[in-house]
């Protein structure tokens, strides 16, 4: 037995519990994912040790010639990934690399004008209990109820209207292709710097399957654990040229938000990053498309409401309001039944955020453990089997119970990290 499981059996016992429940669940969470055994091991490294408050060639501490390597190749691969030229590896996670973009744009008090948490936006888009709502007068859009697509009218007319000096970009859940070039051109109007969250769709901005911001923002930030697969954490990159930028956001992320950089996730992004060069990442991207699409098909077809009408990226969210369902209800039953959804407001909700009409549905985790196209169909038909049985208003109990089973054989069959022996069980 490990040293852990010695001196420590209660976290270890945790922990075993949960590497189960990821191989026994199935996980539909858009912003999961699972990283890779190199992701993982560099990640499990004596680089957590090690301060290393600067940049590379910078610091102050000494010891540090072995973790500049490491920050130095992970920033590389990150500019050649994304066709940056600035990147910064140190935000400790999305929220801290937002935290630093805004420090360097902006200065509290100032108009800041990001999509709505109800709309798909996130917390640090300017939601009203997070930093981005408190310290600065955050205006909200959203999207056209009707389309379900952003109202880039309505950003046009709160752009005029309040005179932003920054306007953020980018989505928690979004299924459809943001026109970057558009929000530029809102920006520019108004003398606005645009910052681009890509967090959710990192992945497959690497892979040239959806639209890179990098042309158009003067700054875009992402996580690397979503689409992109690495470990959590932040990253900050620019291809706007602008020096005097890159230095403020150097100094945004330290000094100014943070402490030490975490040099073994950095090491770990490293590896996403050198992982997302190669083909088999540009092919997973593609499946992940499909599944999203086949399983948003599935919906339409047994009559449920998938906002916007489908989904040209990772996730969709679908709509329970005209079956009178709850998005916890659902969440609920779905997961007594070892699916992992969340529920999530959809327009028009009325429920309260807590409650909501809706739930997101992603497909980067399935897609990793290997599920396709027809696997992911059926997967969606059995969700649909749960609500069904909650929208005639009867128990879900034996439905539960049914699909549970069914969902233990799928995972079976695609272990989220296979032995070699697993590995070669499995049919092609
Ligand atoms: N930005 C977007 C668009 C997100 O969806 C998220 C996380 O869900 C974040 C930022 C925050 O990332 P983190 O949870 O690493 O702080």
Same mark, same amino acid.
């Given at each position: 037995s490990s040293s852990l499981s010695r001196f420590d059996p209660q976290i270890a016992e945790a922990i075993a519990d949960e590497v189960v429940r990821q191989q026994d669940h199935v996980e539909l969470i858009a912003s999961e994912n699972y990283a890779s055994p190199a992701v993982m091991e560099a990640q499990g490294t004596q680089l957590t040790n090690k301060y290393a408050e600067g940049y590379p060639g910078k610091r102050y501490y000494g010891?540090?010639?072995? !973790?500049?390597?490491?920050? =130095?190749?992970?920033?590389?691969?990150?500019?050649?990934?994304?066709?940056?030229?600035?990147?910064?590896?140190?935000?400790?996670?999305?929220?801290?690399?937002?935290?630093? *973009?805004?420090?360097?744009? +902006?200065?509290?008090?100032?108009?800041?004008?990001?999509?709505?948490? @109800?709309?798909?936006?996130?917390?640090?888009?300017?939601?009203?209990?997070?930093?981005?709502?408190?310290?600065?007068?955050a205006v909200q859009y959203g999207l056209d109820e009707a389309t379900g697509q952003i109202? /880039?009218?309505?950003?046009?007319?709160? @752009?005029?209207?309040?005179?932003?000096?920054?306007?953020?970009?980018?989505?928690?859940? /979004?299924s459809q292709v943001v026109d970057w070039r558009r929000f530029r051109a809102?920006?520019?109007?108004?003398? @606005?710097? #645009? #910052? !681009?969250?890509?967090?959710?769709?990192?992945?497959?901005? *690497?892979?040239?399957?959806?639209?890179?911001?990098?042309?158009?923002?003067? +700054?875009? &930030?992402? &996580?690397?654990?979503?689409?992109? =697969?690495?470990?959590?954490?932040?990253?900050?990159?620019s291809a706007s040229g602008d020096e005097a930028l890159y230095k403020k956001l150097n100094g945004a992320v330290f000094p100014g938000q943070q402490g030490g950089p975490l040099m073994h996730v950095i090491a770990a992004?490293?590896?996403?990053?050198?992982?997302?060069?190669?083909?088999?990442?540009? =092919? /997973?991207?593609?499946? $992940?498309? $499909?599944?999203?699409?086949?399983? *948003?098909?599935?919906f339409l077809e047994r009559g449920y409401d998938v906002v916007s009408g489908g989904t040209e990226d990772h996730l969709f969210l679908v709509s329970l309001i005209r079956q009178g369902i709850t998005g916890k209800d659902a969440d609920a039953a779905l997961g007594r039944s070892h699916i992992t +959804? %969340?529920? %999530?407001?959809?327009?028009?909700?009325?429920?309260?955020?807590? +409650?909501?009409?809706?739930?997101?549905?992603? &497909?980067?985790?399935? &897609?990793?453990?290997?599920?396709? @196209?027809?696997?992911?169909? =059926?997967?969606?038909?059995?969700?649909?089997?749960?609500?069904?049985v909650l929208a005639r208003g009867e128990d879900t109990a034996a439905i539960e119970a049914d699909v549970r089973q069914r969902v233990g054989e799928l995972c079976t069959r695609h272990p989220v990290y296979p032995t070699p022996r697993q590995a070669a069980a499995v049919p092609a």
């Open positions: 010891g540090c010639e072995h !973790v500049d390597v490491v920050e =130095r190749l992970a920033i590389e691969r990150a500019c050649a990934l994304f066709s940056a030229d600035y990147a910064n590896v140190q935000p400790h996670s999305g929220a801290q690399a937002n935290a630093a *973009a805004f420090m360097a744009l +902006v200065s509290p008090g100032d108009t800041v004008l990001g999509m709505s948490l @109800a709309h798909g936006g996130h917390l640090t888009h300017g939601a009203a209990p997070n930093f981005s709502g408190k310290h600065y007068h109202d /880039y009218a309505e950003v046009e007319r709160l @752009a005029n209207e309040h005179r932003p000096k920054l306007i953020v970009a980018g989505f928690s859940a /979004y809102i920006a520019d109007s108004v003398g @606005a710097w #645009l #910052l !681009v969250d890509m967090a959710h769709v990192a992945g497959l901005v *690497a892979a040239g399957l959806y639209p890179s911001p990098l042309p158009h923002a003067h +700054v875009v &930030t992402t &996580t690397t654990h979503k689409t992109l =697969r690495g470990p959590r954490g932040g990253l900050i990159l992004k490293a590896v996403a990053f050198r992982e997302a060069m190669n083909q088999d990442f540009v =092919r /997973y991207q593609e499946q $992940v498309i $499909v599944n999203a699409k086949a399983m *948003a098909g599935t +959804v %969340n529920k %999530n407001a959809v327009p028009g909700d009325p429920q309260s955020p807590f +409650v909501t009409s809706g739930l997101r549905i992603g &497909t980067p985790a399935v &897609t990793t453990r290997g599920f396709d @196209a027809e696997e992911c169909e =059926r997967l969606a038909g059995w969700i649909c089997d749960v609500l069904d």
